[in-house]
């Protein structure tokens, strides 16, 4: 054998193992004959992405049809390559188990800076001037230091001046002779602050979710993102789903103040967090612009949201609603003004305004359908000028609530399932198995259907059904309620016990995307839009970007569109609410956007039951069913 | 448990036209495919077959034997709504010619989910399988107000009244409704049955339910025999 080539092998925390290895052999292998352990879920087929390497140096292989399908062509464009496809052609660097791209599973951010800025007239809103005031001397003139500064800037106040600012203004006046940086935010006087401060303007966006809250740091003048933030929003504890939240809160004003207080409490804490992280003064921060959704908003105002709960579900207020950080309780942050994005109706809350806002769904020719995957999803629908917008709920069954060993996508969960003869799970992080993610759920719904373990029906095959494999057979068990599918067997978990996907597990896989679902097909039905009409489909949301969009078409949890035309925007809402924080003219255009969209709402329509029925189910894929072929 | 199986009507060659075959409707109904179930009811009719004969002959079968898996677990909801629906469709054409043929109902159920809550597909379920055990329905559908039920209560001299919760923000208005039933007087006059998702048999006692349905089946058994029990009469 004629070792002659060098296979370096670099791992995330820099350590170098060459191996001397004959052309020809895959990275795979090499990396065998020196025991280093590269994950191969697989088994070296080139059907997971376990063996995921990146090539630091040296020349690559082309990469084959296993590398295009599992990395995709942005991956393997930037030197990602799959360590058992890829065979050594020259001297190379690798390196092992490289970062994701897709940043793990953690809690979604909003738009990167140029996406942010893209297409929107710049203008926060926020002014600052540096000047040098007149100190009222001359006891002749009836003057005072307030209006001296007036004066000096051309500012116009209209509203009240703060307290605050008032009782600190003689100091600050004649520290430095009058040399003074007024913060206005359209025309009212924010602060006075001694000396040049005019570097520093600053502002946050903030996206208050059932289940998570993130805000974002910019700079007002450039739009550039300093911080970005997230947790688990803490209310959770009352209560996960938006609804039983609602009824915790509902007829009791100190329930709602348990409520409100924590979401304050987080907000304040990321203020804190985002500004150390960036290096920014708290008192810097002069804008904040908040979405959420319709529940969201109105405990972190403290408006009872009671009446949010029941038939019509209508909120207090639509409008964009702005007030002094000091009214809500944000002590951290005492000059800024705290800008709530308006309500489209009902559950489409402020949150759904920030998607529109960021996918500019509004200024399309073409029809497009945005999607926000979530505990409560919501659908947007439309184009220029005609706009439609439905709330559904889907529970939290999709983010692994509810489903047996279902598990948020943290390390051990399974996020990805292939099926052919047997089961291959692919887990977050590579690690034994501990439970099923969202993503991981529709994935492996996705292929048990195709390999036929579960009927279009929904139900699980009976185990002793002859036309499956024998290693799939193997794994059902029970019959009718209690049948269940073993993904992982208990002695490759990472828990003493299999993990499955029982026929519970499904059921309710079945009422959440037949929600999401009955949403899309509503709008569809409503406005008259056929699958072809659609344009694009965008997912957004922290959930939507892990979901395989093949898996959600083959189980109908989206429309069956050419998966070019599904797409993923991120945390829309958050992005949307960066927009307004950097441009007035967007914050504006909500106000207008909002009043422009239908709201429907889907339980109050007659077709709402058979639109469900249909959506609830899973593709036939047997044609040759004439029953089938007669009946819905 | 036994796996429920198909029960086949005896004799119901006997009671059919020669060369007639109910097997397509009784899949028809169990799989929930209602063009189907429609237009194999409109032709059984159309053929002079009898309205009880399509009704327990043809539509039953499918539809109990989906019951029975429901009962069981082995189905759930969206199944059971599929075959609900079904039946509901072959249902629609044959109840003029039951009524036309007035047999005595075992009573008279006012059934809605109640205040705030616009949620019926449970309910449209219970509304099905009462109508086929024989109950007379009013069903005044969703967001219901505490004042129509006693309305209806009253106007149709209900036996029983049902209401279903299916958020945990509404059920509160199970509580309101009773309340208000006992404040009109109406309360003692009916059985009350209630039912959805969040609720439970501790909820009902709570509120002074007579009865609490797990689910559709439970729902029908619990309304035979209550209807028996004592009640005010009406005036």
Redesign the interface.
């Known amino acids: 054998m004629d070792n002659n080539l060098t296979l370096t092998f670099v791992t995330a925390d820099g350590d170098r193992t060459p191996v001397k290895t004959e052309s020809g052999t895959s990275f795979l292998d090499s990396a065998r004959e020196v025991d280093i352990d590269v994950v191969a879920t697989c088994g070296a087929r080139g059907k997971c992405r376990g063996c995921r390497v990146k090539v630091l140096k040296g020349s690559v292989a082309p990469p084959t049809i296993m590398d295009e399908v599992q990395l995709g062509p942005d991956e393997v464009h930037e030197g990602f390559r799959l360590a058992c496809q890829t065979r050594i052609i020259a001297d190379t660097e690798i390196m092992l188990a490289p970062p994701q791209t897709e940043g793990g599973h953690q809690i979604l951010g909003g738009g990167d800076d140029a996406s942010r800025r893209a297409g929107i007239e710049m203008g926060s809103g926020v002014e600052k001037n540096f000047v040098t005031a007149v100190i009222p001397m001359d006891e002749h003139v009836q003057s005072s230091d307030i209006e001296e500064i007036l004066t000096a800037t051309g500012a116009s106040q209209s509203g009240p001046l703060s307290p605050d600012l008032l009782r600190k203004l003689p100091a600050v006046l004649r520290k430095k002779k009058g040399a003074v940086t007024v913060t206005t935010f359209n025309g009212n006087i924010l602060d006075i602050e001694v000396g040049d401060t005019t570097e520093h303007k600053y502002g946050m966006a903030f996206d208050i979710g059932t289940t998570s809250i993130c805000g974002s740091l910019l700079d007002l003048d450039t739009g550039e993102q300093l911080a970005s933030v997230g947790e688990i929003n803490p209310q959770s504890v009352y209560g996960g789903d938006l609804?039983?939240r609602?009824?915790f809160a509902?007829?009791d004003l100190g329930n709602l103040r348990k409520l409100r207080a924590r979401a304050i409490q987080a907000v304040s804490g990321q203020i804190k967090e985002a500004c150390e992280k960036a290096d920014v003064a708290p008192e810097h921060i002069y804008k904040v612009v908040v979405v959420g959704n319709t529940a969201m908003h109105h405990i972190f105002l403290g408006i009872d949201p009671?009446y949010i709960?029941?038939?019509?579900y209508s909120p207090s207020i639509r409008d964009a609603v702005e007030m002094p950080a000091r009214d809500l309780m944000l002590k951290t942050i005492p000059n800024a003004t705290v800008c709530m994005l308006p309500i489209v109706a009902g559950f489409v809350g402020a949150d759904a305004m920030g998607a529109i806002l960021a996918t500019r769904i509004f200024e399309s020719e073409e029809i497009r359908a945005l999607v926000d995957i979530g505990t409560n999803g919501e659908v947007i629908m439309g184009r220029k000028g005609k706009l439609m917008a439905c709330s559904a709920p889907a529970g939290p069954a999709l983010e692994g609530a509810q489903i047996k060993h279902g598990m948020r996508g943290a390390i051990g969960a399974i996020e990805k399932v292939y099926i052919d003869d047997d089961v291959i799970c692919e887990t977050i992080g590579n690690a034994p198995a501990t439970g099923i993610c969202g993503s991981g759920l529709i994935d492996a719904a996705a292929n048990m259907l195709k390999s036929g373990v579960l009927q279009a029906?929904?139900?699980l095959r009976n185990k002793d059904d002859e036309s499956l494999p024998p290693a799939l057979a193997a794994r059902l068990s029970g019959?009718?309620?209690?049948a269940a599918f073993i993904l992982v067997y208990a002695e490759d978990s990472g828990k003493d016990e299999d993990i499955t996907l029982t026929q519970?597990d499904i059921?309710q896989l079945?009422?959440a995307k037949?929600a999401i679902y009955s949403g899309i097909l509503m709008l569809q039905r409503i406005m008259e839009v056929s699958d072809e009409d659609l344009a694009e489909l965008q997912l957004a949301g922290g959930f939507g970007n892990y979901i395989n969009t093949a898996s959600a078409v083959a189980i109908h949890l989206l429309t069956p569109l050419p998966l070019e035309k599904i797409t993923y925007v991120g945390n829309a809402a958050l992005m949307g609410a960066e927009m307004a924080l950097i441009s007035e003219t967007e914050r504006k255009r909500a106000d207008g956007l909002a009043k422009e969209i239908e709201h429907v709402?889907l339980?109050?329509r007659m077709d709402f039951?058979?639109i469900?029925?249909e959506a609830?189910?899973f593709p036939e894929t047997k044609t040759d069913d004439p029953?089938?072929k007669?009946?819905? | 448990?036994a796996?429920p199986e198909l029960q086949i009507p005896e004799g119901w060659k006997d009671r059919a036209p020669d060369g007639w075959d109910w097997q397509?409707l009784w899949?028809?109904v169990e799989?929930?495919?209602?063009?189907?179930t429609h237009?194999f009811v409109t032709n059984a009719i159309e053929t002079d077959i009898g309205p009880k004969i399509i009704l327990d002959d043809g539509l039953f079968p499918g539809f109990n034997l989906q019951g029975d898996?429901f009962s069981?677990?082995?189905?759930?909801?969206?199944?059971m709504?599929?075959t609900a629906?079904a039946m509901k469709a072959g249902l629609a054409l044959i109840r003029p010619l039951l009524a036309a043929m007035a047999e005595k109902p075992l009573g008279h159920f006012v059934i809605g989910t109640v205040?705030?809550?616009?949620?019926?597909?449970g309910q449209?379920i219970v509304t099905i399988m009462l109508e086929n055990a024989g109950f007379v329905i009013t069903n005044l559908g969703?967001?219901v107000h505490p004042d129509r039920f006693i309305e209806a209560a009253r106007e149709q001299k209900a036996d029983l009244i049902g209401f279903s919760a299916l958020?945990?923000?509404?059920?509160?208005?199970q509580k309101v409704t009773i309340e208000e039933l006992q404040k009109a007087g109406v309360r003692d006059k009916v059985k009350i049955l209630i039912g959805g998702a969040p609720t439970t048999q501790e909820w009902a006692d709570e509120i002074g339910a007579d009865g609490w349905g797990k689910d559709a089946i439970e729902a029908v058994k619990l309304a035979r025999t209550l209807v028996e029990e004592k009640r005010e009469a009406w005036a």
């Open positions: 609804m039983s609602l009824a509902q007829f009671t709960g029941l038939a019509p029906s929904g139900r019959s009718g309620g209690k519970e059921r079945q009422l037949g709402s339980a109050a039951q058979d469900f029925i609830m189910g029953i089938a007669t009946g819905t | 448990m796996t397509p899949e028809a799989r929930g495919h209602n063009e189907f237009d898996r069981e677990q082995i189905i759930l909801i969206p199944e709504l599929i629906r205040l705030g809550d616009m949620h019926d597909i449209s969703t967001d958020l945990s923000t509404t059920v509160y208005y």
